[in-house]
């Protein structure tokens, strides 16, 4: 299936399934090197990262716990529009080596607001590990510690990643095609 259709657009391959899952093994292997005997605790941010959060997590091998946050986005009282509140954290963070798993860091917005939200809750460090970076639309000033790959700033869907909701499912990536 090279071109897939959800809703109103069309998308065409990008990335197949095999190139993705040799980029996740390779940043798994980077995680076993850098954060052995850390006890790292993988928070993975809910929905699009389910995929990219399982086939990493296959390729770990040192002691480390995995959990899952949701972004609840809500119209917030500030002049600065939408807040997204973290919610789903019943772990103590407390000098903990903290690692993010997102499935893509666009203009790297969200991310600042969670390092922000669990550099509160007093972490010894916080790594992040993103599937996907489109570099030339970053508007903040983030240092990413694990980046799978780096991608041009078409709008993609596939392997967790949505379209209004839909196109999580596959398992390769697929880039929309502009008529
Ligand atoms: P940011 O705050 O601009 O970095 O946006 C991050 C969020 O926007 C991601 O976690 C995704 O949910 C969504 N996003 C950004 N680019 C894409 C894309 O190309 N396809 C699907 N979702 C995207
Ligand atoms: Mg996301």
Redesign the pocket.
């Known amino acids: 299936m090279d071109t897939i259709q959800i809703k109103d657009k069309k998308f065409t391959i990008s990335i197949k399934e095999q190139d993705i899952l040799a980029e996740v093994a390779r940043v798994a292997n980077e995680i076993n090197r850098d954060l052995a005997g850390k006890n790292p605790l993988f928070l993975s ?1 809910l ?3 389910f995929m990219f959060t399982a086939d990493l997590m296959k390729h770990i091998t040192i002691p480390c716990e995995v959990s899952f946050v949701k ?1 609840a986005s809500y119209q917030g009282v500030s002049s600065t529009g939408v807040i997204k509140e973290v919610i789903g954290i019943t772990e103590d963070l407390t000098d903990r080596t903290v690692v993010i798993v ?12 969670l390092l922000e939200n669990l550099g509160t809750r007093n972490p010894k460090e916080i790594l992040i590990a993103s599937l ?1 970076v ?1 570099p030339d ?3 903040v000033d983030l240092n990413i510690e694990y980046v799978a790959m780096k ?1 041009p700033n ?4 596939g392997y967790g ?3 209004d909701g839909f196109g999580r499912n596959y398992s390769d990536i697929y880039t ?1 095609v502009e008529d």
Do not use: A, C, P
Request: proline share 0%.
């Open positions: 941010v929905n699009g990262s972004l997102e499935d893509i860091v666009d203009t790297g917005l969200t991310m600042q607001r996907l489109k639309k970053l508007k991608i078409d709008f993609i869907v990643l949505d379209y929309v």
